[in-house]
């Protein structure tokens, strides 16, 4: 039932070189995951050696990590807007991988039968309204002028056509809040505490 088309695959190119902006494959998504991951173990040492089911816990931590990059938050374990979209979430898991969906899949001349694909995937078309309330709470807090806080973000911020774009890099190059000493002839730029070379993310030299 999915489009993969030209569009997904556009889409895609766009999603994986933006979430590698926001921290995908470096180490800063590694440290959003070990902070879940702490999150994580106190939730465990809360329930003071209680034998528990750990699955519902495990999918709230991963859907943590997930909108930290998407939304650029995260949710309590007992938030019910967290408890209740993983429920709507598993149960369009499971209508995608049942009959009627895998029949449509094959068919997709079945999808002009009226009201037959709003009835075999109510649950993805609730997903779908979670998503859109989120999105919605996200698209206030926007600010175009500022860069993206989240990959959300990154997807409002779309530049008509025909633009022409000029890279402001004096300002990277010279960014007091990433450079120690931006001015000045400063090696230790480059260096880490043992004297080895590093490669600041920031750094961005001419023709790049």
Same mark, same amino acid.
Not at 122 to 135: H, P, T, Y
Not at 178 to 201: I, M, N, S, T, Y
């Given at each position: 039932?999915?489009?993969?088309?030209?569009?997904?695959?556009?889409?895609?190119?766009?999603?994986?070189?933006?979430?590698?902006?926001?921290?995908?494959?470096?180490?800063?998504?590694?440290?959003?995951?070990?902070?879940?991951?702490?999150?994580?173990? /106190?939730?465990?040492? $809360?329930?003071?050696?209680?034998?528990?089911?750990?699955?519902?816990?495990?999918? *709230?931590? #991963?859907?943590?990590?997930?909108?930290?990059?998407?939304?650029?938050?995260?949710?309590e374990y007992e938030d019910p807007f967290l408890i209740r979209m993983l429920k709507v979430l598993e149960q369009s898991l499971t209508e995608v991988s049942g009959l009627i969906p895998e029949v449509l899949n094959a068919f997709p001349i079945l999808l002009r039968i009226p009201r037959l694909a709003d009835k075999a995937l109510q649950g993805q078309k609730s997903f779908i309204a979670i998503l859109d309330n989120l999105?919605?709470?996200?698209?206030?807090?926007? /600010?175009?002028?500022? $860069?993206?806080?989240?990959?959300?973000?990154?997807?409002?911020?779309?530049?008509? *056509?025909? #633009?022409?774009?000029?890279?402001?890099?004096?300002?990277?190059?010279?960014?007091?809040?990433?450079?120690?000493?931006?001015?000045?002839?400063?090696?230790?730029?480059?260096?880490?505490?043992?004297?080895?070379?590093?490669?600041?993310?920031?750094?961005?030299?001419?023709?790049?």
């Amino acid at each position: 039932l999915a489009p993969y088309g030209p569009e997904w695959r556009e889409q895609r190119r766009f999603s994986v070189s933006t979430l590698r902006n926001f921290g995908l494959g470096k180490k800063s998504l590694e440290d959003w995951v070990t902070k879940e991951a702490n999150h994580l173990c /106190d939730a465990f040492t $809360a329930q003071a050696g209680q034998p528990i089911n750990p699955n519902p816990m495990l999918n *709230k931590s #991963t859907c943590n990590v997930i909108a930290s990059l998407i939304f650029a938050r995260r949710f309590e374990y007992e938030d019910p807007f967290l408890i209740r979209m993983l429920k709507v979430l598993e149960q369009s898991l499971t209508e995608v991988s049942g009959l009627i969906p895998e029949v449509l899949n094959a068919f997709p001349i079945l999808l002009r039968i009226p009201r037959l694909a709003d009835k075999a995937l109510q649950g993805q078309k609730s997903f779908i309204a979670i998503l859109d309330n989120l999105l919605t709470e996200n698209r206030t807090t926007w /600010d175009p002028v500022q $860069a993206p806080r989240n990959l959300t973000d990154a997807f409002l911020a779309e530049i008509e *056509k025909g #633009t022409i774009l000029l890279p402001n890099m004096s300002s990277m190059l010279k960014d007091e809040s990433v450079w120690e000493k931006p001015l000045r002839f400063h090696p230790e730029h480059f260096l880490d505490a043992q004297g080895h070379f590093v490669k600041p993310e920031a750094f961005m030299p001419f023709s790049a």
